[in-house]
């Protein structure tokens, strides 16, 4: 691949998701990008660079959110203590820093999708509402909380502020206990160190 991403996610997930990404923006092109779920940035400089190829200047917004904090993180049905703080976030930080159309939200999943709904972002001197117009979403990866309230909460969030053809993908659904049966339609896709569900707001899922 060139550049090293310091992903927890293998290279077979990182090579799918850098396909899943550019399929999002030729089906819904234009719009936000969201990463919930940043550990030290890894995955969110793929997308970051994915978007350099993908647009000229100015480029469409990059959000990322993670309270880090030392936050006890819910990996499914347990929860482990503290991983994610300080050294993670400043990693995310320079790892990204080299990108104008990212912006970091240091909240969690459930207040970022509950608050930011129609808030005014601007990018290249126009205002845009989150979730509207040309503030709609193209792509979302849910890589935060993997219990399944989380990712129930994070995928209704997400699904009324996105262009319909746009792309949410959803890391470690083998965790969330007895989601799938609660999931709209959805591709799915398992690798060595990650399992992605895959879906669009339409439910006409992508060809990849
Ligand atoms: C598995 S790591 C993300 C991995 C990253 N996407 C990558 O590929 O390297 C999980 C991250 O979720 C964050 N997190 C924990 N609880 C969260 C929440 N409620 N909302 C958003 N992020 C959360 C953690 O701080 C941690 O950085």
Known sequence: MGVTYDSDMGEDALELLRRVFGAAHAQAPGGISIEVGTRRGGSALLFLTALEELYPDPRPLFLTVDPYGNKPYLAGSYAIEGTYGAAEYLAAKSALDAFPNHAHFLLEDHDFW?????????????????????????????????????????IKGAIPLMHPRGVIVVDNIDKATGVDGLLPPHQRWRGREAELAILTPDRQGLAL
Do not use: K, T, Y
């Not at 205002?127 to 979403?137: A, S």
């Open 114 to 154: 509950s608050r930011m709904p129609g808030v005014r972002l601007w990018s290249a001197g126009r205002p845009m509402l989150l979730g509207q117009g040309e503030g709609r979403i193209s792509f979302v990866l849910l890589d935060g909380d993997h219990d399944a309230v989380s990712v129930l909460f994070g």
